[in-house]
């Protein structure tokens, strides 16, 4: 029987989790000395390697001593919340990770919740104590707090603390310990984490935590064993959440060990496992003995709170810049996606678009910046808060909003929240001369709030924000004030024109853009959409005269990313997003439609 620990590292985005799972790789010698290892080993995605977060769940296994440790490394973003709570059914114990300065954040808050509920016991790892502003006794203070506030039982309340600056590669169990390596945690595992319960004589049962696939061997389940063994080219019956079973036999099963993967012939109770030879496998399948077939339970995963309408570009330059244009390609890649993704749902609208629900923007904005990287060419609609209805109560989603910002910008922060329904709870004076300020705002607010916040905080703001719960409906909250500059004319935009509509307000394209009628070029500096004409060429004499000849000075245009225009954008615009541009348009391109619509919208509104 092998001595098996299952952990997960859970902490708020940016505390370290993901540089902390390099050290543990490193110092358990699990690389060789000679193997070149690149930092963030476990970010493997392109999209988390550019911004430095995890978005996917991974795990890994390292051997230390004669204990084999399975790790899995989280997500810390809110958005991504649906890892996370899967994968904490999977594992005995957890690393909790909170940063030394910042302190106790909504997601730890979310992540621990989940980890009390399931009686799990954390191992709670102060990390980056080098930082110069580090309070390492108020975090274990906010973290006591935080473990009696959850209703944690005796035993979690007894957590074990380490210190540690996982980038320097050291952890220690008390703060005038010298800084030597990583020993004290792997002891801290050992000691602290439970050993798996099930026995490898009992009938089979395994459970799948998450997907990944394979182009021979096609789906692929990573899974957790809870009891008995499970061998390659046996056997089994897949239990799906609906009580549906399917026999199959196992064709593959893969082993984990640090990068990389092995083919082994079997595995027992308390391992963690990839298992190929299913072709319907899902996220939450039992994985049960042929003879007696015993599931677990299935899965929960809390609902999404945001939806968005994606939909075929029907533009003027619909198909010159991408290669999967159909709503057929489209929805074939979406299907795909939901395989893997739990936390997402996806309902075809007809008249090709589709309705795409998630945790969050970002996790939206993901989906379709990966799409637009495999060329593919749509339309997205402005995010929408996904409402629901109970006892004829009108019932949205509320989110715990964490704002740090310089104390003299609390003034704005607090005014700016306020128009959008947040209600203040708590305001905390920090060590380092920044002010936390805790909200609970409707989701909704939250919507196109960002980019706002960062400039009226001068860059300096740091907001994280968690779901709560659906509440009663809250009414309308404010939204973008300045209209649009809206194209009036297909063809290439000219440098004279746009030096004279830059005095109308802030310009997104530049000289020789392609711009049709109903694109959106630039951000007015009054309410209202206004039709201007960026094709407009100078008029051209025979005559010579002295000073008609002004220089034509430019200011760069305002780039518009994938989600400064989700957050921009309003009810009647749509976002363009081909492999090589992001643009906006109106969802009418027809001015006169456009206008009738205006009309109508402001005697509804009287």
Not at 309 to 329: F, Q, R
Request: net charge negative; proline share 5%; aromatic share 6%.
């Amino acid at each position: 029987m092998q001595k098996i620990k299952n952990i997960a590292v859970i902490a708020h985005v940016d505390h370290g989790k993901t540089t902390l799972v390099d050290e543990l790789l490193q110092q358990s010698g699990t690389f060789e000395a000679h193997q070149q290892v690149e930092e963030r080993a476990m970010d493997s995605d392109a999209i988390e390697k550019e911004r430095g977060i995890t978005i996917l769940s991974k795990n890994t296994a390292i051997t230390y001593k004669d204990h084999k440790i399975n790790i899995i490394d989280t997500p810390g973003h809110a958005d991504f919340g649906g890892e996370v709570e899967r994968v904490l059914k999977m594992v005995d114990g957890v690393l909790m990770l909170v940063d030394a300065q910042e302190g106790v954040m909504p997601q730890t808050k979310f992540v621990l919740k989940k980890a009390i509920a399931l009686g799990l016991i954390p191992v709670v790892v102060i990390n980056k104590i080098d930082k110069d502003g580090a309070e390492p006794d108020r975090v274990l203070d906010e973290m006591f707090d935080l473990l009696v506030a959850l209703e944690a039982n005796e035993e979690q309340l007894e957590f074990p603390v380490l210190y540690a600056a996982a980038r320097d590669g050291y952890a220690k169990w008390e703060m005038e310990d010298e800084n030597k390596d990583m020993t004290p945690l792997f002891e801290a595992i050992i000691e602290k984490v439970p050993y798996p319960q099930g026995s490898p004589d009992n009938d089979t049962q395994a459970q799948v935590f998450t997907l990944d696939s394979d182009n021979f061997v096609g789906r692929i389940g990573i899974t957790r064993i809870f009891n008995g063994k499970v061998k390659k080219g046996d056997e089994y019956v897949l239990v799906k959440a609906s009580g549906e079973k399917t026999k199959s036999r196992i064709s593959k099963l893969i082993g984990f060990k640090g990068l990389e993967r092995m083919e082994i012939q079997e595995a027992e109770a308390g391992d963690i496992v990839a298992i190929a030879g299913f072709s319907d496998i899902d996220v939450g399948d039992s994985i049960c003995d042929a003879q007696n077939p015993v599931p677990l339970d299935p899965m929960h995963v809390e609902e999404p709170t945001l939806s968005v309408i994606m939909s075929v570009n029907d533009g003027p330059l619909a198909g010159t810049e991408g290669k999967h244009v159909t709503s057929n390609k489209i929805a074939e890649r979406l299907e795909k996606e939901m395989e893997t993704n739990i936390a997402m749902r996806m309902e075809p609208m007809g008249d090709a678009s589709f309705k795409v629900s998630g945790r969050g923007e970002l996790q939206i904005g993901i989906l379709a910046e990966n799409m637009r990287r495999e060329g593919f060419e749509f339309l997205l609609a402005r995010p929408e808060v996904v409402v629901k209805e109970e006892n004829g109560v009108k019932m949205e989603p509320f989110e715990h909003l964490v704002v740090d910002v310089p104390e003299e910008f609390q003034g704005v922060a607090i005014e700016k929240l306020g128009k959008r329904k947040a209600e203040m709870t708590s305001l905390t004076p920090m060590p380092d001369g920044t002010v936390r300020i805790e909200f609970e705002i409707p989701a909704r607010g939250l919507i196109g709030f960002r980019s706002e916040f960062l400039t009226d905080t001068k860059g300096e703001g740091i907001m994280n924000h968690s779901f709560i719960e659906y509440r009663p409906y809250s009414g309308v909250v404010i939204s973008r004030t300045p209209g649009a500059l809206v194209s009036m004319d297909d063809g290439e935009a000219v440098a004279f024109s746009i030096f004279n509509l830059q005095a109308r307000g802030t310009m997104f394209i530049k000289p020789q853009d392609k711009v049709y009628s109903g694109m959106v070029i630039g951000e007015s500096a009054r309410p209202g959409d206004l039709d201007v004409n960026p094709l407009k060429g100078k008029q051209l004499t025979n005559m010579r005269t002295s000073g008609a000849d002004d220089a034509i000075k430019l200011v760069p245009p305002r780039p518009i990313t994938l989600e400064s225009a989700m957050e921009w954008i309003e009810d009647d615009e749509l976002i363009e997003i081909t492999p090589e541009s992001v643009r906006i348009r109106k969802k009418s391109l027809d001015p006169v439609v456009r206008k009738r619509q205006a009309r109508d919208k402001k005697n509804a509104a009287k």
